[in-house]
């Protein structure tokens, strides 16, 4: 007697498992193939972000501010390579590691050489640094009468709010009775280009290009006036930036929740997830200053002139009054000698992919 033939699902199940095995692979190499032709995304990072920072995707951007108060910003198109930017200015526990690490003295810190003050004093010579002091005046009034007598070649004393403070540093930014005690994640401010650029070469950084920085700025948005977009500060009373509100330099108010420097990230990101690029602390770049620059520089990754007697600083500070200086708004630009110190500067730092921009530990120009 013949054997039962067996049912013919019986039969089926092995096939269908070799079949299901074989579908499986074939979507797997067909996924492969897509993924392996798929065209990279321009804007993604070339490798891992390194802690504490943000890639900053290439590309074109408008750069400028017509309307600038010294008319040094025409507005013109650029182009920068993708870089990492530091998520927040460098904070005092950042600073202190750096210190510490080193031996570092800021120059804030050090005692003035006789052959850079002569006629001074020896006993003036000591360590100082600029500290903001509220004073009744008209601030645009008080500018116009010290340009007068600047172009009468007569002497000229700095702003009135601006004191020489002896003992203020890093370490006591309101001056020798001062501390950062429990402000390590506050801006280190008393910070000179010198001091910014020795740091930034300690941690494998560099200091941005002024067309870095304000393409990081604008956080990805195209001729807005703000980092943030389009409402200016206290618009339905909402602040996105520590800036000055009160009649400069007389009275300070505050309504943006402080009277001074903030602690990083106390306000919001902008596109790119950078915080403070407006307000606070001014920021450091690479570039020696033109006011001509922008008429010659060119189109792609500009670092800047070859030589100057200043460096640009970028980003305003917690100082920045609308009725008189808007210089934190992202096209606007300012300067300072490179050993210049005061409470309201500071920095960040940038990297660029390896193989590619500027160096690591490189400044610029």
């Given at each position: ?7 013919p ?17 074939a ?53 920068v ?53 509220c ?120 309504r943006?929740?402080?009277?001074g ?40 990754n ?27 708004l ?36």
């Amino acid at each position: 007697m013949s054997r039962p033939s067996p049912a013919p699902e019986s039969r089926s199940r092995p096939a269908l498992w070799l079949a299901a095995v074989a579908g499986a692979l074939a979507i797997a190499g067909l996924a492969f193939v897509y993924l392996q032709s798929k065209p990279a995304d321009p804007n993604a990072p070339p490798g891992p972000t390194p802690e504490g920072m943000v890639w900053i995707p290439g590309g074109s951007f408008t750069m400028g501010y017509d309307a600038s108060p010294d008319r040094d910003a025409p507005t013109h198109t650029v182009e920068v390579d993708g870089f990492w930017m530091d998520a927040t200015e460098v904070t005092n526990a950042q600073f202190r590691q750096f210190v510490e690490a080193t031996g570092y003295v800021t120059t804030a810190e050090r005692k003035p050489r006789a052959e850079d003050f002569p006629g001074a004093n020896p006993a003036d010579l000591v360590p100082f640094s600029a500290v903001f002091r509220c004073f009744e005046c008209d601030a645009k009034e008080c500018d116009r009468l010290r340009t007068e007598k600047l172009n009468r070649n007569e002497p000229a004393p700095g702003p009135e709010w601006w004191a020489k403070s002896v003992g203020a540093s890093w370490r006591k930014p309101e001056g020798e009775v001062s501390s950062i005690d429990g402000k390590d994640q506050y801006p280190a401010v008393h910070i000179s280009w010198e001091d910014a650029a020795a740091y930034a070469k300690w941690a494998g950084k560099r200091l941005p290009t002024e067309a870095e920085w304000e393409r990081a700025a604008r956080g990805g948005l195209e001729r807005a006036q703000y980092a943030w977009g389009h409402d200016a500060q206290g618009k339905d009373g909402r602040y996105f930036a520590n800036t000055y509100q009160g009649r400069f330099p007389a009275t300070v108010e505050g309504r943006d929740g402080f009277k001074g420097l903030a602690p990083v990230k106390s306000f919001p990101a902008n596109g790119f997830g950078l915080y403070d690029m407006s307000g606070n602390a001014w920021e450091w770049c690479a570039d020696w200053y033109d006011r001509n620059y922008y008429g010659y520089a060119p189109k792609r990754n500009p670092t800047g002139p070859a030589n100057g007697e200043e460096r640009v600083r970028r980003g305003g500070s917690y100082l920045c009054a609308d009725e008189y200086c808007r210089r934190y708004l992202p096209g606007t630009r300012d300067k300072g000698a490179p050993e210049d110190s005061a409470c309201h500067t500071g920095f960040r730092c940038v990297k660029s992919p390896e193989g590619t921009g500027i160096a690591a530990g490189g400044t610029g120009p």
